[in-house]
């Protein structure tokens, strides 16, 4: 019932609120990603494996994962912590994978009001250059007795099913958001489309993203819209005596000035692509490099055991703005094993 009247309230708010159109909104399900895909540099949209969810390609869903999957990252040292897990069920014998994402951003420094706006003099009520103009101005200084600290919270939801068009596979991706930072509140619905389709070795696949627009309503009645992006990719798998080889490569044209550093831009048109490279030695260790949509060099492996697989990627660090290079951990757990200990309890 709850989700019902929210859908409501979304749909009148398209309506009759103030609508935006903004560059960021709905980028938690761009970084939320297994550690595999996060070391393949996220160039994964044609690449089905055991560790990919329908947050990848939505049309991923139609191949079920007889696992349960937990992600652990650590960005920013340790000022961002995102967790997510990713299951499937069946569905009247039709597959659904389920992406279930948590996000905290601590100790975030409100300075509102801690500003000592006395300008160039020092001194208040002087009413001199610089005396309340709400600018940091030379010799000015904040109060740090006013400044409080806040967190920023936000939920996601990402739900997939798949089935044929035209003889293609089609996968249907429904992602819902909300935020919480401080008093402020914030709900949102977005949809995705991914087709896949394999020719001989090599498989290729088309994802629209935010089709055909998706929106967050805020507790204030503001609407933030995100216009529609495309992905595509292309997987090539070939072997080597004991070795498998997968030779990733994406890009995302975005409507959106969605990277100051994207490598082709063109007024709101962005264009950023994906590299990745995994090497298996028997399906048991996985080694993986790539670089991803921020040129950001990535790297990782991957151990496989029969009841559970452990992967690690290392994300590399742009700038140097000391916030540290960032750490995924996934655990893959077989739905046979967990079902095994909990009938042993």
């Not at 798949?162 to 977005?190: A, D, M, R």
């Not at 975005?254 to 550093?261: A, M, P, Q, T, V």
Request: contains cysteine.
């Amino acid at each position: 019932m709850k989700l019902a009247v929210r859908f409501l309230i979304i749909f009148f708010g398209f309506l009759f609120s103030k609508n935006l159109y903004v560059n960021y909104a709905w980028e938690l399900f761009e970084y939320t990603q297994s550690a595999e895909n996060s070391a393949l540099g996220g160039a994964v949209y044609a690449f089905n494996s055991e560790s990919s969810t329908s947050i990848n390609n939505p049309v991923f869903s139609h191949s079920r994962k007889n696992n349960f999957s937990i992600t652990h990252q650590n960005r920013f040292s340790g000022m961002l912590v995102n967790d997510f897990i990713s299951f499937d069920i069946d569905n009247n014998k039709k597959n659904i994978n389920l992406n279930f994402i948590y996000e905290n951003i601590g100790l975030i420094p409100n300075t509102e009001n801690s500003l000592l706006d006395w300008g160039n003099d020092g001194q208040f009520g002087t009413n001199d250059s610089g005396e309340g103009n709400g600018i940091l101005d030379p010799g000015e200084r904040l109060d740090a007795e006013k400044i409080s600290f806040f967190n920023q919270r936000r939920f996601g939801f990402y739900g997939a099913f798949s089935g044929f068009f035209i003889n293609y596979p089609i996968g249907i991706g429904l992602k819902i958001i909300s935020t919480k930072i401080e008093q402020n509140l914030s709900f949102g619905i977005g949809f995705d489309v991914g087709i896949i389709k394999k020719l001989k070795n090599l498989d290729y696949a088309v994802i629209i993203e935010n089709f055909p627009s998706s929106g967050i309503l805020w507790n204030d009645g503001i609407i933030e819209k995100t216009l529609p992006s495309l992905k595509m990719g292309l997987n090539k798998c070939f072997r080597f005596e004991k070795l498998k080889y997968n030779f990733l490569i994406a890009n995302k044209i975005s409507l959106s000035e969605r990277h100051i550093n994207s490598q082709i831009r063109f007024n709101n048109l962005s264009v950023d692509f994906l590299i990745g490279l995994q090497i298996a030695y028997k399906d048991r260790l996985i080694l993986r490099f790539g670089r991803n949509h921020i040129n950001n060099i990535t790297g990782g492996i991957g151990f496989i055991f029969r009841d559970f697989k452990i992967d690690y990627a290392f994300l590399n660090s742009s700038y140097n703005y000391n916030l540290g290079s960032h750490h995924i951990f996934s655990f893959h757990l077989s739905n046979k094993w967990i079902k095994k200990k909990l009938d042993n309890l």
